[in-house]
Nanobody
């Protein structure tokens, strides 16, 4: 099992930036991928971005391409989400997720891929 702790959320104005962090602990030695999802009130959880742990390949939802950047620090077992040009529709709780084994055989942009989740961090973009 992997424990995930997110940080970096908060209140920001339209056009501003935030950087989210997610620190992983526990069974991280075989980490396969990590991702970010978000959930707005009354909506389903949606994919934001993901990164393969060994190769660093990145994946993004279409609406986030060019504005969001996912990265990881393998030495710190931490994944980051840099969010720029924020819009009111980016307001949501952002969740970090881990695929520690790579055995779910689900697409990297689906919640089914990930077995461990953080508690979430609120991002609010005000206009």
């Amino acid at each position: 099992q992997v424990q995930l702790v997110e940080s970096g959320g908060g209140l920001v104005q339209v056009g501003g930036s935030l950087r989210l962090s997610c620190a992983a602990s526990g069974r991280t030695f075989s980490m396969n991928a990590m991702g970010w999802f978000r959930q707005a009130p009354g909506k389903e959880r949606e994919f934001v971005a993901a990164i393969s742990w060994s190769g660093g390949n990145t994946y993004y939802a279409d609406s986030m391409k060019g504005r969001f950047t996912i990265s990881r620090d393998k030495a710190k077992n931490t994944v980051y989400l840099q969010m720029n040009s924020l819009k009111p529709e980016d307001t949501a709780v952002y969740y970090c997720a881990a695929d520690p084994w790579g055995t779910t055989y689900q697409p990297i942009g689906t919640t089914q891929r990930y077995s461990d989740w953080g508690q979430g961090t609120q991002v609010t973009v005000s206009s």
